[in-house]
């Protein structure tokens, strides 16, 4: 899945400092999922105050993330 998050360049490099980021699911079945980050891009918006990263999300599944 190809995501986007938009930030101020401290936010973002708080994303790019993590092989791995836990998203809250609404879901109470899963209540938190884990992702790898692949293919980052980061880019400034015209106005430069903030920044656009992009990037391909997998899912990790618990058996590989507690290895």
């Known amino acids: 899945m190809r ?5 101020t360049d401290e ?4 994303i790019c400092e ?9 879901r109470r079945s899963q209540p938190v999922v884990a992702f790898e980050l692949f293919n980052v891009s ?3 918006d015209p106005y430069g105050s903030l920044f ?3 990037a391909d999300l997998t ?3 618990r058996e590989e993330v507690t290895e």
Not at 3 to 7: R, S
Not at 11 to 14: H, K, M, S, T, V
């Open 3 to 7: 995501v986007c998050f938009y930030g």
């Open 11 to 14: 936010e973002i490099n708080r």
């Open 18 to 26: 993590r092989s791995v980021l836990a998203m809250v699911s609404p």
């Open 42 to 44: 980061v880019t400034t």
């Open 52 to 54: 656009r990263l992009a």
């Open 59 to 61: 899912e990790v599944h």
